[in-house]
T-cell receptor
Framework: KAGVTQTPRYLIKTRGQQVTLSCSPI?????VSWYQQTPGQGLQFLFE???????NKGNFPGRFSGRQFSNSRSEMNVSTLELGDSALYLC?????????????FGPGTRLTVT | GEDVEQSLFLSVREGDSSVINCTYT??????LYWYKQEPGAGLQLLTY???NMDMKQDQRLTVLLNKKDKHLSLRIADTQTGDSAIYFC???????????WGAGTKLIIKP
C-alpha cells in the first residue's frame, strides 16, 4: 500500500497570505490528523478528522482550519499567515480514530513564512 | 493536568542498550505509543502497548509499562547508528482517545 502523501513538500509564503496543504491518507484509513512541528514548541496537535467530521481539535487560533473529503483526503488551510506559522506540518492517518490505533505519518510540508 | 514528560537527550555507545523513559499523568490512558523520527522525515510508529499489559517485545524493542508509577520505557537492544533519531512517546486518554505527546528524546549514538 502507498504511504501517506503530502503536497507540496516545501512552500514559501509571505506574511498575510493564505495557504492550503493537502494530505492523502493510506487507502482505507478513515482518520486524518494534522500536527505542527517547530523546534521551540515541539509537536503540536491541530485537529483530527474522521469520516469527514472534525473529531478532536487542538489549541490553535481560528486561522487554522481543515476539512476532509469523502475519499478521506484532507486539506488544511492557514489564513493571514504570520512569521510564527513557519513550521513542518505533518499529517497522519489511521484506520480507526486516532488514539485507538497507530498513526502513520507523511513526510510533512515545510512552510516558510517571510 | 495532561502532560507527558521525556528527557530531551540520551547518549549511548554503539552496541549497548538504550532505555528511553516517559512519564504520563492520566491513569485512565488506554494506549501508549512510541514513535521514531529521523532527520527530515515524518514520525514512524514503532510500537504501542495497551494499558492492561506490562510488557511488549518486538525484536530489539522492549516496552515496559508501570501503571502504578505512570512510567513507560522503550528499551532498544544492541543500539546501532541507524537508531539515531528522536523518540516520542504518546498516550491516548479520555472517552475521545485524545493523543497527548511528549517533547521527544534525541538518541545520540557514540562510536
Amino acid at each position: 500500500k502507498a504511504g501517506v502523501t503530502q503536497t507540496p513538500r516545501y512552500l514559501i509564503k509571505t506574511r498575510g497570505q493564505q495557504v492550503t496543504l493537502s494530505c492523502s491518507p493510506i487507502s482505507g484509513h478513515r482518520s486524518v490528523s494534522w500536527y505542527q512541528q517547530t523546534p521551540g514548541q515541539g509537536l503540536q496537535f491541530l485537529f483530527e478528522y474522521f469520516s469527514e467530521t472534525q473529531r478532536n481539535k487542538g489549541n490553535f487560533p481560528g486561522r487554522f482550519s481543515g476539512r476532509q473529503f469523502s475519499n478521506s483526503r484532507s486539506e488544511m488551510n492557514v489564513s493571514t499567515l504570520e512569521l510564527g506559522d513557519s513550521a513542518l506540518y505533518l499529517c497522519a492517518s489511521s484506520l480507526g480514530a486516532a488514539g485507538t490505533d497507530g498513526q502513520y505519518f507523511g513526510p510533512g510540508t515545510r512552510l516558510t513564512v517571510t | 493536568g495532561e502532560d507527558v514528560e521525556q528527557s530531551l537527550f540520551l547518549s549511548v555507545r554503539e552496541g549497548d542498550s538504550s532505555v528511553i523513559n516517559c512519564t504520563y499523568t492520566d491513569s485512565s490512558s488506554t494506549y501508549l505509543y512510541w514513535y521514531k523520527q529521523e532527520p527530515g522525515a515524518g514520525l514512524q510508529l514503532l510500537t504501542y502497548i495497551f494499558s492492561n499489559m506490562d510488557m511488549k517485545q518486538d525484536q530489539r524493542l522492549t516496552v515496559l509499562l508501570n501503571k502504578k508509577d505512570k512510567h513507560l520505557s522503550l528499551r532498544i537492544a544492541d543500539t546501532q547508528t541507524g537508531d539515531s533519531a528522536i523518540y516520542f512517546c504518546a498516550e491516548s486518554m479520555g472517552s475521545n482517545y485524545q493523543l497527548i505527546w511528549g517533547a521527544g528524546t534525541k538518541l545520540i549514538i557514540k562510536p
